[in-house]
């Protein structure tokens, strides 16, 4: 597979040693507060496995699967919650764990979502931002990277279901998607 990547952005190295930096920074900010966090499936998966065993506090995981519509056509921000949560988030501190922020279309769609269920907070902790392609107003808290606009794959992040395996994040070579 990594012939078929341009360049590697991030290494595994990195990817662990900001990871656990945000596992960090995160135990201390949610201290005595017993988080719930959300991974949004699928591509969180390899990131929120990570960040947990980085996590240092008591909390929950619970998981969603989203699938945004036609997102370089759509404009509205529909979003299809295909598998919701297991259970109740009022008066809990969320915190949706994603891999990347994109449009942001997914992540103002989900924190709205949830915000309605009356939780005592939402917060967001995405491990790539890419700020250029931002449609969608966001915030998130913490971001492992910000990334420029190019086809990242690997660590969870796939190009047509493939690559998520792999334990660096990489830039696909153009012949591949073109
Ligand atoms: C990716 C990613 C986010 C979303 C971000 O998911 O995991 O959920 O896109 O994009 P946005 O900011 O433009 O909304 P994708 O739909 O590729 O599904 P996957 O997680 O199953 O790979």
Redesign the pocket.
């Given at each position: 597979m990594i012939n078929d990547m341009e360049s590697i952005l991030l290494t595994e190295e990195e990817l662990q040693q900001r990871i656990a930096q945000m596992g960090r920074e995160i135990s201390r900010d949610y201290e005595g507060k017993e988080p719930l966090f959300i991974g949004?499936?699928?591509?969180?998966f390899v990131f929120m496995a990570d960040l947990m065993r980085q996590v240092t506090i008591p909390c929950g995981v619970d998981f969603m699967?989203?699938?945004?519509y036609g997102?370089s056509t759509n404009t509205t921000g529909a979003?299809e919650i295909i598998k919701d949560l297991s259970q109740d988030v009022y008066g809990r501190h969320l915190v949706i764990v994603?891999?990347?922020?994109?449009?942001?279309?997914?992540?103002s769609y989900l924190t709205k979502y949830l915000k309605n269920r009356s939780p005592a907070s939402v917060s967001i902790a995405t491990l790539l931002d890419k700020p250029e392609?931002r449609?969608?107003e966001?915030a998130a808290k913490y971001v492992g990277f910000t990334v420029p606009d190019a086809f990242v794959v690997g660590y969870?992040?796939?190009y047509a279901e493939k690559y998520?395996n792999l334990p660096y994040i990489g830039i696909l070579k153009p012949e591949i998607y073109e």
């Open positions: 949004v499936l699928k591509g969180c699967v989203v699938s945004s997102k979003v994603e891999d990347i922020l994109d449009t942001g279309i997914t992540l392609r449609r969608a966001v969870g992040l796939d998520r």
